[in-house]
């Protein structure tokens, strides 16, 4: 199925994760590698290098799944969704704090949750007929 909206979605999503965490070394010459404050990336995005190596990561996973399959693609884009929901919400409560490892801001948390709604919507509601791998 090479017109699954969750090969589409995730390879998209990765392509565009790998280009923000690479971006991102841009703005964060000097910054600590955990630092609770970051660079701003695109003027409103915080992050600090442990932030660009997650997008890189995470931009990756989306990519291989991507181009790797419908069953990859479903099942890497439901797990980066549930992980990009949970940081999206944990996010807003460690703001400002000593575990703030990823120098998230409001803009981060926004942008979380929205590709996270994304890549759920298409994880649950797209391909039906492909059930993602088990981990098991």
Do not use: C, Q, W
């Not at 479903?74 to 490892?101: C, H, P, R, T």
Request: hydrophobic share 55%; proline share 2%.
């Amino acid at each position: 199925m090479r017109n699954s909206p969750n090969r589409l979605v995730a390879t998209i999503f990765g392509a565009v994760y790998i280009l923000v965490g690479l971006l991102g070394f841009t703005v964060t010459a000097g910054v600590d590698f955990i630092a609770t404050d970051g660079g701003l990336l695109l003027g409103i995005f915080e992050v600090n290098p442990l932030h660009n190596i997650a997008h890189l990561l995470i931009g990756a996973a989306l990519l291989i799944g991507g181009l790797s399959g419908v069953r990859a693609a479903k099942g890497v884009n439901i797990v980066v969704g549930l992980a990009y929901l949970l940081l999206g919400i944990v996010g807003f409560f460690i703001e400002g704090g000593s575990l703030n490892i990823l120098a998230l801001n409001t803009a981060d948390h926004i942008l979380h949750l929205g590709s996270a709604l994304i890549l759920l919507g298409v994880g649950f509601g797209t391909d039906r007929a492909v059930a993602p791998r088990s981990a098991v």
